[in-house]
């Protein structure tokens, strides 16, 4: 399933139905709210509860954010409680009644109405947003999940990009309300049509009692999200991408006007540039994360976003030429501008997929709904705070636009260092990602043996420094390696071993006190339900063959009966962290991008398990490949 690409699941019924259902819903979500600035703006609203323009842009805007404050709690544990099919039905006719009032008000100049159906568009969606990523991990294999998220990205930033192109193409035409009317309640249709083919997605907890007290929900909510401390820690990362792309699409308007001096069309242009970089970003992440949740690429995107902003900042022409689309495209200035913009939509999209991958795969089933709710409360803040920090930057403190989004693409480096002192995994997965890529190519071959979830003790020949990294970049799931404690220690890699809550083990007649604390923190591991990857040769390999196991493994077994699952490493003798030639890293390198493998055997129960045994097989898996 891995090798195929993720737009098979467009063909799949369990995907289609809810990829069109999302799809059309931000399309008409941005089709009409986009629409009814523009007839705000442009005096097609006049009189409008008698406020000046400013005025009723921004609580229009705020009518639309203040529902997922007040209603995340309730739509939350609407999404946990009962079948997530059933709520999208019942959130998308809700969607045909409203459109309909609204068909009704633009038909009939009742434009006051709007902003109240403004107010009712954002709680629809508020319902909807829980159901539409809790929904995912039910309907998809573990492969699949980056994929589908990257869809669900792709879709949401399309259907705003066109959304807002085709609001600005029907305020072109005569009668431009009768034609939003029509086109907000067609779109409702379809939606609903779509809705009704979801296959359903039962309830993991339908006996949870709903309430309804919607700050104290609220709140209830954040409460829930932070239980997992690296899930809330990437909801902040998610949220702070939301505040850069709002700040980025707020700015676009006067940015194509005052710093570059173009007319409507470069507007267009830099939001479609932009977009479409988050939707290639999107697109690419299944290819570069091999099919998981790969977080090492998170760490990739941040840095792409900070320095493609940088550069944005340095690009900017120092005299603009009044310019349409066609003249910023073939100036070589203004095509660097779209470079820049294109990189930072690239590297957005690589930042943000994984993230709502990780936080759906690390959730609790019964919970899923609730931290995704948060997450949408989450975000509507950092939203309004975006606009709020704009206003004062571009205000009272002076900046450029080009010195505001400079400001934002350094302090993205700052919120990134926070976020991966925070949760560690993150800088881990993305240097074990690096490796991966650079030196070696990995042929996987027998890991569906490693349990997907509960305790396992895997067993592995030791040839070189980079052993565990390998098996670390290969295994799904995290692993907790067991080493010598002369490598932990060692003076430049030993504090990427503490990073990843390596294990430091000695033999037991010279450091008993380290043999004995390293097999309680064994223990103590495979109790929490975590992997344990042991190398029972006890040093790394002089001639490139497998020396005696320990006993040490059975011992270790003897303690905690988990399941055994044996590996083999091959074709990393040689390589320049291998004893092959002298001391490890001590001969220059002779090859890059080396094909190795790593071959898993079936599961050993524990009353199989013997280090002779375990040596045996091990051997036979590695074959004549050192």
């Not at 819903?25 to 986009?34: E, V």
């Not at 999208?88 to 633009?106: C, P, Q, S, Y």
């Not at 931290?371 to 930057?393: E, R």
């Not at 390589?575 to 220059?588: D, E, R, W």
Request: glycine share 10%; aromatic share 10%; proline share 5%.
């Amino acid at each position: 399933m891995a090798d195929q690409s993720q737009f098979r699941l467009l063909g799949q019924r369990r995907y289609l139905p809810f990829f069109l259902v999302q799809f059309l819903g931000a399309l008409n979500d941005n089709f009409f709210k986009n629409a009814l600035l523009f007839m705000i703006t442009y005096g097609l609203a006049r009189g409008l509860l008698g406020l000046p323009t400013d005025v009723a842009v921004n609580l229009a805007a705020l009518l639309f954010i203040l529902p997922f404050v007040l209603f995340s709690g309730i739509a939350g544990e609407i999404a946990d409680k009962y079948d997530k099919a059933l709520v999208i039905r019942r959130v998308k006719l809700a969607e045909i009644a409203i459109m309909l009032v609204a068909a009704v008000g633009l038909w009939l100049g009742w434009y006051a109405l709007m902003l109240g159906l403004l107010f009712l568009m954002g709680a629809q969606s508020t319902f909807f947003g829980p159901v539409k990523y809790a929904i995912l991990p039910q309907v998809l294999a573990d492969d699949e999940l980056v994929g589908g998220n990257a869809l669900v990205e792709m879709g949401t930033f399309v259907a705003i990009l066109l959304g807002m192109l085709a609001a600005g193409v029907v305020m072109g035409l005569g009668a431009a309300e009768h034609w939003v009317a029509l086109g907000v309640l067609v779109m409702a249709v379809l939606g609903y049509l779509a809705a009704r083919k979801v296959p359903s997605a039962p309830s993991a907890v339908p006996e949870m009692p709903l309430k309804w007290q919607p700050l104290r929900q609220t709140w209830a909510l954040i409460r829930i999200a932070r239980e997992n401390h690296a899930v809330f820690q990437s909801v902040l990362a998610i949220s702070w991408f939301w505040f850069l792309g709002a700040a980025y699409l707020t700015q676009f308007p006067n940015f194509a006007k005052v710093v570059l001096l173009g007319d409507e069309s470069v507007v267009t242009l830099l939001l479609a540039v932009f977009i479409v970089g988050i939707a290639l970003g999107s697109m690419l992440c299944e290819k570069l994360s091999g099919h998981r949740v790969e977080l090492g690429i998170v760490p990739i995107g941040s840095l792409g976003l900070s320095l493609f902003g940088v550069d944005l900042y340095f690009s900017v022409p120092a005299a603009p030429v009044q310019s349409d689309w066609w003249v910023l495209l073939t100036h070589h200035e203004g095509l660097r501008v779209l470079v820049d913009l294109l990189g930072v939509g690239l590297f957005g999209g690589f930042f943000i997929v994984p993230l709502y991958a990780f936080v759906q795969q690390e959730s609790e089933p019964g919970k899923r709904a609730r931290v995704i709710a948060a997450l949408n409360v989450i975000n509507a803040l950092f939203m309004v705070v975006s606009a709020l920090v704009g206003a004062l930057m571009l205000g009272p403190l002076g900046l450029s636009i080009p010195e505001f989004l400079l400001v934002l693409s350094i302090a993205n480096l700052v919120v990134a260092g926070y976020v991966y002192s925070q949760v560690p995994e993150f800088a881990l997965r993305f240097i074990i990602w690096c490796l991966s890529h650079t030196i070696y190519r990995v042929r996987h071959e027998g890991l569906e043996h490693i349990p997907e979830e509960g305790p396992a003790v895997l067993v592995c020949n030791h040839v070189s420094y980079m052993d565990a990294l390998v098996i670390a970049g290969a295994v799904k799931r995290p692993v907790r390696f067991v080493m010598d404690d002369r490598i932990f220690n060692l003076p430049l890699i030993g504090g990427f071993f503490r990073l990843a809550q390596t294990i430091p083990i000695a033999p037991r007649s010279k450091k008993p006190e380290v043999y004995h604390a390293a097999m309680d923190k064994v223990a103590e591991e495979l109790a929490a339900g975590h992997l344990v990857c042991i190398f029972p040769e006890g040093k790394l390999t002089t001639d490139g063959e497998i020396d005696q196991f320990r006993q040490g493994i059975e011992t270790l077994v003897e303690r905690s009966p988990v399941p055994v699952v044996p590996m083999a490493l091959q074709g990393l003798w040689g390589s320049v962290f291998s004893h092959k030639g002298g001391a490890a890293g001590t001969h220059p390198p002779k090859r890059f991008w080396s094909r190795i493998g790593l071959v898993a055997g079936p599961i050993w129960s524990p009353e199989q398990v013997s280090a002779e045994g375990l040596e045996a097989t091990v051997r036979d898996l590695r074959g004549g490949q050192a």
